[in-house]
């Protein structure tokens, strides 16, 4: 596709339900970022891909959280037994050769956990 | 030490007319300070971006200015138009990461 997509648009969710969510980076791109948008908040780095391995994986909020990618393309971000403060937009970025600047971002997909 | 503080949270502004936004931080290793826009519904674009060893980068009507001494860069959009109605977002780089300020949303009245 032209640009980084993601899905579901939206989800909602009951409170301790697990829930995947997708990202299709840009062909061809080898950096993959994941973010987190809460109401009324700047974005907040979760974690870093660089092919299929995650050299940063630091802003993972609790070990509920995690993500994977195959094939240096595609990736899921997985939240294990959800609570409602993990209720937030979750933006997918991805660049050629890891250029923090040069990040395209996805639409994002709403999360809310009820 | 990595926030990066955002002012104000809204701003209304006439066409025509000059929005700022304004932005500080801490953290002096910081390697790039870059705006982004945000539309409803979309992820956010970088509009333009700037070293800390440069005061002022201007890019068609948007203009940050940086000082390094005070720790803080402003946004300038002149004449502001309302398809310029979006959120913008201050940010900063180190290494691999990008720290974000909580955001402006900008309405331009016709």
């Known amino acids: 596709g032209a640009g980084v997509s993601q899905s579901p648009s939206n989800k909602v969710t009951e409170k301790g339900k697990d829930v995947e969510l997708r990202c299709d980076p840009i062909s061809g791109h080898t950096a993959l970022y994941w973010y987190r948008q809460s109401l009324g908040q700047g974005l907040e780095f979760l974690i870093y891909f660089q092919g299929n391995s995650a050299p940063d994986k630091s802003g993972l909020p609790s070990d509920r959280f995690s993500a994977e990618r195959t094939g240096g393309s595609v990736s899921t971000l997985t939240i294990q037994r959800t609570q409602q403060e993990d209720s937030a937009v979750y933006l997918c970025?991805?660049?050629?050769?890891?250029?923090?600047?040069?990040?395209?971002f996805g639409p994002g997909t709403r999360l809310t956990v009820l | 030490q990595q926030q990066v503080k955002q002012s104000p949270q809204s701003l209304i502004v006439q066409k025509g007319g000059i929005s700022i936004i304004n932005c500080a931080y801490e953290?002096?290793?910081?390697?790039?300070f870059p705006w982004y826009q945000q539309f409803p519904g979309k992820g956010p674009a970088l509009l333009i971006a700037i070293r800390p060893d440069v005061s002022e980068k201007k890019e068609g009507r948007f203009t940050i200015s940086f000082n390094k001494s005070a720790k803080q860069f402003s946004l300038h959009i002149m004449d502001s138009q309302p398809g310029d109605s979006a959120t913008y977002f201050c940010a900063a780089t180190y290494g691999n990461k990008l720290v974000f300020g909580a955001g402006t949303i900008l309405r331009v009245k016709s």
């Open positions: 970025a991805s660049s050629l050769g890891g250029g923090i600047l040069e990040q395209f």
């Open positions: 953290n002096t290793a910081f390697d790039y």
